[in-house]
């Protein structure tokens, strides 16, 4: 396994260590969480999607919360996510929305998690938007295709789902989802996996990337390239402009508070942006995720720490 992704695999394991997790949860979100979190509230939220839309940027929102253990709090979840879409069309503002099955009970019973998702959509189709299902670790990889597969299957069409370019599984996937027309966000994978399931080098994953996003802009498929990394950007205007692809068959997405200049100047190029937008008080294993993909950002933690 490659440095990069033995300092992304140490990070993890540390920050996510329960004594260490406490600690740093006990500390706030003054470890500088707010610099990828729109804040505590919805209301905050919907402000942060405001702001990013007067600059021609459109969002996804996503309630923060996973692994939940009780079938109260996966119902809490959905309740939270229902008077979401609402706030989001009561306002006006262009954002779909982002879920976790594992917060809607995904790890209780598969078909808690189905229900939930199923009342989302049903939701969101019913006020004219989208349901993107975030795509979690290993486990959950089967049962979360599943769930979007038995959506489809009961003619509800305003859902996507992930790919992560890191699984070896993924080109499989991709090409099983093509054969349903699926919308598909593709991004690099920000989980701890062992190396029977990922590619074990930083440089196989980005490889990878390329591969599956040149498979996607060739399907014609709607696609949601999730992805800060320069070259890639690169590559999929590239490969787009060469197969004559209408910049409406596609969209860059990138995460809230990270390479805000780069979402601008795309925007600029006519490119469609959506930026991932997180909220809520569950902030910690999201935010140890996005330590985890840049260690500099640790460094950043440990000056907040400082500071007190
Ligand atoms: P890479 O890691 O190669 O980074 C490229 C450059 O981006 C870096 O050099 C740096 O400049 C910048 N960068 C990347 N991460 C940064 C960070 N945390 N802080 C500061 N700069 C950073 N994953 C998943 O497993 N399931 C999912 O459902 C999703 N969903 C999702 C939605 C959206 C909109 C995005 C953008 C990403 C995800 N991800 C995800 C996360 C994704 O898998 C991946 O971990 C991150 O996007 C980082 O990978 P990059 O593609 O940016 O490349």
Redo the contacts with the bound molecule.
Sequence with gaps: MDA?LLARRAILSLFLNPTVAGAAQRYGMKLGALR?IAGAERADAIAAVRRLNEKGIAA?LDYLGESVTRPEEAEATVREYVELLGDIHRAGVDSNV?I?LTAMGLAIDADLALAGARRLVQEAARLGNFV??????TPWTDATLRIYRTLRAEGLDNVGV?I???LYRSEKDLEDLAALGANV?L?????KEPPDRAFPD?AQ??AN?LKLAARRLRSGLYT?F?????R?IAFVKEEARRLGLGRDRFEF???Y???GDLQEQLVREGYRV???VPYGTQWYPYFV??????P??VAFVLRNILRG
């Design positions: 990069t990828f996804t982002s976790k993107r299902i975030d795509m979690e670790d992930v992560q370019a890191y966000r991004c690099k994978g920000a989980y930083k994953v980005d990337y949601g999730a992805t800060h990394d320069e890639a997405q990138m995460l508070g990270i390479r959506r930026v991932y995720r996005r330590l985890a993909e840049r500099a950002n």
